[in-house]
């Protein structure tokens, strides 16, 4: 209530860590499924995947739902290898965060 007064959107995020296999995805499917939300999921290591395909996507998403975001250790290896410039393509740091935010 607290953020709807100061029209702030309400959201939650959570960050787990570990080695592959170890059912972080199976986790976050067993809490959606047990709190009745639709999941969507997005691997950030997709060469395909642009700041404004994240953006676009998410905003399509379902207002109570669970957005589990995919390889995020893995999203921005090839970030240097682009140049300084970020002109590689593909997903940035900065567009991320703006879609997140």
Do not use: M
Request: charged fraction near 15%; charge should be neutral.
């Amino acid at each position: 209530r607290w953020y709807g007064e100061r029209g702030i959107p309400y959201r939650r995020g959570y960050l787990f860590h570990g080695p592959p296999g170890t059912g972080k995805t199976s986790l976050v499917a067993a809490l959606a499924s047990e709190l009745r939300l639709p999941v969507y999921v997005a691997s950030l290591a997709s060469a395909r995947l642009s700041d404004q395909a994240l953006a676009e996507a998410l905003a399509c998403a379902a207002p109570q739902s669970a957005l589990l975001l995919e390889d995020v250790d893995a999203a921005f290896v090839h970030r240097q290898a682009a140049g300084a410039g970020g002109s590689g393509g593909g997903l940035s740091f900065s567009g991320l965060l703006n879609a997140i935010d």
